[in-house]
């Protein structure tokens, strides 16, 4: 007797066998990951790669890279707060950095992504490496493009010497008419960031600015691989080389120079950073 009146013997025993598989791997079936903190959305298939954007960055950032490096399945990273997407709870007092790391290590272990590569761009590369810092999930291997593990070091200066700076920065980009004027021209200058929510912009700057990884970049365990931009200026360019030399001389990173670039270098110089990235990705 056939339990299903409208279905043939052979939907029958399908609708069966998916009910078995359902029960059988109930994964299968889990609801989306949610974050109030980072928005994840997929793009592609085969090997992971998890794409952490800059500072009030959104995933549109890595759109000419996902071409040009076809046949891997990419996990694009979106801050709350930034490039239009709504703050939530990123806006709310209280540590982002280390939140965040957070929520992009439980999006890895919720999806089962085993050993996946990580890529992060500017505040991005931050993230990166704080991630490579946790006890789990594994990772395959780290890219950081263009930051130094000092935040401040990126502007020539130190955490403990440009903390105090930024603290009062924050507070006159955001608790001031002019401050927010001049914070909000700023944002407009950069991918992005004119719709970006400033208050968590300016808190994310200045928790870089507080931040120093180098004490502990040794303890990254995963193929650490740095991508830095070189200006056309040979000068400039080899003081920043020496910089960058110095600031990951405790780890094994492999240190990489693309050029000329300014700081978004995959979209100054998208075919060599393709090609930097195939490499990394197949080492």
Partial sequence: MNVFPNFSRREALL??????????????????FTSRRIAVTVRGAGPDVVLIPGLASGPFIWNQTMTLVPGYRYHLVQVRGFAGLAPDINKQAGPLLAPLTGEIARYVQENGLRRPAVVGHSMGGTLAMMLGLRPAPELGRVMVVDMLPEGAGMVGGTASG?????????????????????????????????????????????????TDLTPSLAHI????RVVYAQPADKETAGALTQRFRAAYAASRAALTPIGPSGHVVMADQP?????????????
Wanted: glycine share 10%; aromatic share 8%.
């Fill in 162 to 210: 440009m903390g105090y700076l930024a603290d009062q920065m924050s507070q006159y980009f955001t608790g001031t008419k002019a401050g927010r004027a001049l914070f909000a021209d700023m944002l407009a200058r950069s991918p992005g960031g004119n719709d970006s929510d400033p208050d968590v912009v300016a808190k994310a700057l200045t928790e870089l600015a507080h």
């Fill in 221 to 224: 365990r995963a193929p650490l």
């Fill in 15 to 32: 609708a069966g066998g998916a009910v078995l598989v359902a029960q059988a791997c109930p994964a299968a079936a889990a609801s989306p």
């Fill in 271 to 283: 075919q060599r950073f393709a090609e930097a990235l195939k490499g990394f990705l197949k080492a």
